[in-house]
């Protein structure tokens, strides 16, 4: 499933995995607007949904995943002059199976702390190798964390820190990291990311529809 480009169009129950995460974000009171950043192949295809005009913008993103969400604020921005107070949220598409309940803590963790992003305690030990897979350390899982999203951001803040940023980073966390403290707030096993045909089979077990 790797990079195809295809897991937003996987069927889970009688769901596109898009229409699932859509669905979610969008039944959330606090969230007025939602931008799908899409491969600029796929823009017509995301189109082609329904989704609602009103509320959801397909926008084709960058090369990489920092670049799309840059192209998303950008097209924010310029479309919606008054963004400048509001909270930016990031999610992952391939994490369809989010409850609305955990989108709901996460926006209004971020009223208070400004940054925010979802994690998960790690339950399995944990051990850095080097080049040959030999152990070199142990590493003490107390103070780690398995990071997920959604991450929550004032908009300012997240602005800020794509602009200052001097290298790819893996998440939007770890580019407001530089700038602002960043809180955890803790997810849910079942917000994880679609990412092998193991992922996607489980999802489907999970479904009830």
């Given at each position: 499933m790797g990079g195809c480009g295809c897991k937003p169009f996987l069927q889970i129950g009688s769901k596109l995995v898009i229409e699932r995460t859509v669905g979610t974000l969008l039944s959330s009171p606090y969230i007025e607007h939602l931008v799908v950043l899409s491969r600029s192949d796929d823009v017509d295809r995301f189109g082609k949904l329904g989704f609602d005009k009103r509320r959801v913008s397909i926008v084709p993103g960058g090369a990489t995943r920092q670049q799309s969400v840059k192209a998303g604020l950008d097209y924010l921005a310029l479309t919606f002059p008054a963004l400048k107070d509001s909270y930016i949220l990031v999610h992952d598409a391939a994490?369809?199976?989010t409850s609305p309940s955990l989108v709901s803590r996460m926006i209004e963790g971020a009223f208070q702390y400004k940054a925010v992003t979802a994690a998960i305690p790690l339950a399995d030990s944990l051990k850095r190798v080097d080049d040959r897979l030999v152990v070199e350390e142990s590493l003490k899982r107390e103070h780690l964390v398995a990071v997920?999203?959604?991450?929550?951001?004032a908009y300012r803040l997240l602005q800020a820190a794509?602009?200052?940023?001097?290298?790819?980073?893996?998440?939007d966390a770890s580019l407001v990291e530089a700038i602002h403290p960043v809180q955890v707030i803790l997810g849910e096993a079942r917000n994880f990311k679609l990412t092998t045909a193991e992922d996607l089979e489980m999802a489907r077990r999970l479904v009830e529809d």
């Open positions: 994490r369809c199976l997920q999203t959604p991450q929550v951001f794509h602009d200052q940023a001097k290298a790819e980073a893996t998440d």
